[in-house]
């Protein structure tokens, strides 16, 4: 997520680790900003919880099934009967 530092005009950017550390710091104390510090200037940025939530993929929705490819069956089905003493 690209972040603008407003007081020193500084772009940078937050992983989705810090996004997902702020929500759950967010959801624990009611709030709705979230101080994201400058790593130039150490000015803390407000962050909006709604900007946070649109940074990360929501985990309610469905993860995308992998594609599995059809392989033959390997190996042999039938096995040879065990032959008894
Ligand atoms: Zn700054």
């Known amino acids: 997520m690209q972040l603008r530092c407003y007081r020193c005009g500084w ?3 937050i992983n989705k680790d810090e996004i997902a ?8 104390s009611q709030g709705n900003h979230y101080d ?6 150490r ?3 407000r962050v909006a919880l709604e900007q ?6 929501r985990s309610a929705e469905p993860a995308p099934a992998p ?3 059809q392989r ?6 039938d096995d040879p ?4 003493p």
Do not use: D, Y
Request: net charge neutral.
């Open 11 to 13: 772009s940078f950017a």
């Open 21 to 28: 550390f702020a929500l759950a710091a967010l959801e624990g």
């Open 36 to 41: 994201v510090r400058c790593p130039r200037c």
């Open 43 to 45: 000015q803390a940025n």
């Open 52 to 57: 946070l939530r649109r940074a990360v993929p």
């Open 67 to 69: 594609i599995e490819e």
């Open 72 to 77: 033959p069956t390997e190996g042999s089905k």
């Open 81 to 84: 009967p065990a032959s008894e």
